[in-house]
């Protein structure tokens, strides 16, 4: 038990809104019964307002948390020790209290590292496409720039955003932007959905696996019981694909660990997961 927990049961909070269907209090309430820890994690939906409150009130009291949409950004302004990955990444998803001070982290860059390297062990150099360039880009492209060699292509929507991300990350020298429609004809060993499409059924990304560019394998961030619309697209096409299920898991293990000061125990929270993660016809998951 680390020694600012305190007596009794340990409180530990998911801060974002909505949070209802969050599968988070399922994987961690799985994990702590597996481990006999005296904790409670509840989702606690909050406003912009609420957010420094509970964040900092919850940390002080020896409780610690997670953070989600759409506070993680203001949460890495709060926590007032942040390391590299908040840093790097302007989120924060994960908060607790160490040496008196609230520290906070963005388990998410792991969390992708882990299921990456879980998925296809070994690979290091790729030309990779990522989608999107919002948190959860973020959290990628800094989990993909710690890889040597890896060159990366970064297509958004908005394209002062992707601008703006690039710059954040100082990483102008390996990130490139572009649009789809320029990119026919080019070969990427991984394309990676970081866009919030997919949520809804019949909903995709932008990307289409027709050929028109070759891509060897796909990772969805999204997540869904059976796989993604994406990742059977993917399948379909002979594209080996995962989705945003390892990921959760693995970033909720690393969260996990922060707090507790003990090894996750990763196989009770997977079969966790697999037990609750929705099917797409359902409410859209939330980390
Ligand atoms: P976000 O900050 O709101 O970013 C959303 C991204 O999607 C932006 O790049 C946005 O483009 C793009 N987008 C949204 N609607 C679009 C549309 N109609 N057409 C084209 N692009 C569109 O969200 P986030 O926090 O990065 O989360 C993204 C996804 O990752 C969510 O589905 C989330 O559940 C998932 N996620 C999964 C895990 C996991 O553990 N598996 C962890 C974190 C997040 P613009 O910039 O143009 O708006």
Known sequence: MPPEAPP????????????????????????LAALRLDGAYLPLRCDARDLEGLLIGIARAGGAGNVTVPHKERAARLVEDALPAVRRTGACNTFWLEGGRVRGDNTDVPGFADALAAWQPGRGAERVLVLGAGGAAAAVLAALLERPGVRITLVNRTAER???????LDAADRVALAGLDTLRGERFDLVVNATSLGLLPGE??????????????????????GATDWVRDALSAGVPAIDGTEMLLRQAAHAFARWWRVAPPLDVMRRALDATVPAMEGPGPIA
């Open 204 to 225: 995709r990304p932008p990307f289409r696996f027709d050929g028109s560019i070759e891509v060897r394998s796909a990772f969805d961030l999204v997540y869904a019981r």
């Open 8 to 31: 009794g049961t340990r409180l530990l909070a998911l801060l974002g809104d909505p949070v209802a269907h969050s599968l988070s209090p399922r994987l961690h309430g799985a994990a």
């Open 162 to 168: 992707a601008r703006a991300l690039v710059a954040r």
